[in-house]
């Protein structure tokens, strides 16, 4: 006899009559037929072993404990690699980032920053035989590295880095050193239990010249004890809003000696003689850094859709408050209200997720030219990583809290999973650059750009000034030439405050820093547009079948009006915009909200995230919601005895005291 599944009628209400193939959007997001059963294979092989299961929620336990469970988990996870049906790279991104890697890893991977930047770091800035000696350990997971870079003192401006590596031609090793407490490596993740080995950015000192940071491989632990080796004191720095399995830690050196060949040499190298050979672009050694901040982008996509897909399933399965007197309490989707909090970020996914493939192209381009010795791409590579990364983090952490909000008092929980989301998300504000200096980065790009007429491919707009009649045409095609006037308006209104400044005799440096408001809106507005014009050109280039197109249609022309209804200031200052076209665009977007409500459940479901991804009874496909939050609520350790100890110990007391 089969079982009957439990599915709720709303939601099952919500899936008849899907105008669209579901299945056909999963493809599109996972990059073709392929790679969806690669990965549906590589999900069942993961998720079937009973040994990755929780046996209690991970908040029931300490801090110590939560690490030791994980990295359990996580080291069987890396057991199971050579058998995975899917390729080993592949594995590991999807075991590393927001999706399969989250459903056993709830709060952060112990090795993450093993794969995620130790072997970028050494596949970047290693020498072939530097590569040669440490790679095939670190793929071998003889060693487990981390990148220590932040330190207690600094962690945006790397020029002030105090840890300091001296070059003894005598003994020709390196002097590593903290020479004080703000010297301290602090932050980087694996680093407080889990790595041996860390690359080590340092400011290198040859011939008494300081010749700046440079990355340096440095054993931190004993491969046979783990005990921290001579000199290095090493530790975890505590619990965080987020992300407290990934064992963030400090690092101190007490002069610690390690071999000329252990600074790592692709871009710049010491001689035996000590004798400094510069790179060939001074930048070179940030590299690993811009590799973090394009994967970035694509991860904070994945908890994006996570979160939206757990609202928007709630939210049709919530019912609450009455639309039409006397009428049943209708679902909380069917509020314009609620479809105006979840619809943008659900099309934000998609806007985000080929915005993030074209700047994943845009790395492996460069990288490629960069290997050949073409620095061309780097300035453009730099500006689009910063913007995207700046941006999508920015705007998924704001979208992830009001898809939390949209859920009410249940989104609160902590198995609704929103806080864990949220924490994830806005880490990705503050690391790998904080957004705000990151946008200063794409607006001196940009500035420099539009000034001197000569920049990069993502840039060539502020050079090519638009041709023809400034009207407002609002097909999407015409919204993009919005927001590209948006752009290259606020540039110019930023130059404009810049040279302002100059004239009021500002030195460079303050007429840059009176002019951060400016200039941060210039770059906002250039990532707005590069994501916008990503998803529309997107759109018109791919093989869709019509239904598909027609519903991502909808979503694009929702989303990127949204960003214009809420930034309108700026399209009548530099777009030509009038109250008229806004009065359009308006009815525009709420005649879209509408459209496109009775699709939400079938578009959450092409994301085609499993409930383990999910993590939430909120947002299980079944919509069994209550019976869930009840499960849950069963585990509570409070809930394991009638009476809890602490009545008789405590509130008794208090209860016969006659205060
Ligand atoms: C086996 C493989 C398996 C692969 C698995 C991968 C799995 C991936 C999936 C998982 C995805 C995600 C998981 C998430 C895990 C998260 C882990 C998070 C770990 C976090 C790590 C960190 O945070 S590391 C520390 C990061 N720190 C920073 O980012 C510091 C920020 N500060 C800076 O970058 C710089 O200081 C700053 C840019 C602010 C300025 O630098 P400065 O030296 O002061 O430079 P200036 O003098 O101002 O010069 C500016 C000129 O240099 C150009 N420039 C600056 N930076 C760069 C660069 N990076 N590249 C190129 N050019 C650069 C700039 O444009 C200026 O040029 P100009 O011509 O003079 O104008
Ligand atoms: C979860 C997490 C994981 C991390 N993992 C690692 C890791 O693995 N390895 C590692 O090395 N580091 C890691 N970091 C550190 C991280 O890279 C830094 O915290 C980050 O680069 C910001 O630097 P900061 O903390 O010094 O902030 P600060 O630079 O002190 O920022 C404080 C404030 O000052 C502002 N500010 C600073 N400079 C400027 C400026 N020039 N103009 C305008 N405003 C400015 C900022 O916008 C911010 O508002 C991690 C951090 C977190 C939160």
Known sequence: MTKEIYENPDLKKERQNCPFNKEEITNFLDGGKEKTTERRQLETYILSDEQLKDAVPMEYLSHADKYAEELRKSCLLMHKLADSPAGQVQTLRALMGAGLGSAILKEGNP????????????????????????????????????????????????????????????????????????????????????????????????????????????????????????????????????????????????????????????????LEDGTYVKPTNSKLSYGTMVFVRVVVCQDVTVNLRKAVTIATRYSCVRRQSELKPGDREPQVMDYQAQQHKLLPPLAATFGFQLAADHLWNLYNT??????????????????????????????????????????????????????????????????????????????????????????GLSVKYLIDEEKGPRTVDTTPEGIVKLYRRVAVGLVDIAIAELENNSRKGYAPHDAWNHAAVHLIKAAQAHARLFVVESFVDSLKGSRLSAPVRAILSQLCELFIIYWILDR????????????????????????????????????????????????????????????????????????????????????????????
Request: proline share 4%; glycine share 8%.
């Open 111 to 270: 090795i993450a920053l093993h794969y995620v930047m130790f072997i970028p770091a050494l596949m970047g800035q290693g020498t072939v035989e530097q590569q040669a000696k440490w790679l095939e350990k670190a793929y071998n997971l003889n060693i487990i590295g981390t990148y220590a870079q932040t330190e207690l003192g600094h962690g945006t401006f790397l020029r002030g880095l105090e840890t300091k590596a001296t070059y003894d031609p005598v003994t020709k090793e390196f002097v590593l050193e903290s020479p004080s407490l703000t010297a301290y490596k602090w932050w980087p993740g694996s680093l407080g239990k889990t790595a041996n080995y860390a690359v080590v950015m340092a400011q290198l000192y040859t011939k008494g010249k300081c010749e700046g940071i440079h990355p340096f491989m440095v054993q931190l632990r004993d491969e046979e004890t783990h005990e921290p080796l001579p000199g290095i004191l090493v530790g975890e720095i505590g619990p965080k809003l987020g992300m407290n399995t990934n064992d963030n830690g400090y690092l101190g050196f007490d002069k610690v000696r390690i071999p000329r060949e252990q600074l790592l040499m692709k871009h710049s190298q010491v």
């Open 366 to 455: 460069a990288n490629n030219s960069m290997e050949q010795g073409d620095m061309e791409l780097l300035p453009d590579l730099h500006g689009l990583s910063c913007a995207l990364k700046a941006l999508c983090s920015s705007e998924a952490a704001n979208f992830v809290e009001t898809c939390r909000q949209s859920c009410g008092g249940h989104g609160y929980m902590s198995c609704s999973n929103f806080p864990r989301i949220y924490g994830q998300v806005t880490a990705a504000i503050t690391y790998e650059g904080e957004n705000t200096v990151l946008w200063l980065q794409v607006a001196r790009y940009l500035v420099k750009t539009r000034k001197e007429k000569s920049g």
């Open 568 to 659: 309108s200031g700026d399209f009548f200052l530099c777009a030509n915009l009038k109250k008229e076209d806004l009065l359009q665009l308006n009815s525009k977007y709420v005649q879209l909200l509408a459209a496109i409500r009775p699709q939400a459940v079938n578009i959450v479901d092409s994301f085609d995230l499993r409930d383990e991804i999910l993590g939430s009874p909120l947002g299980c496909w079944d919509g069994n919601v209550y019976q869930r939050l009840f499960d849950e609520a069963a585990k509570s350790p409070l809930n394991q005895k009638n009476v809890h100890e602490s009545f008789h110990k405590y509130l008794k007391p208090l209860l016969k005291s006659n205060l």
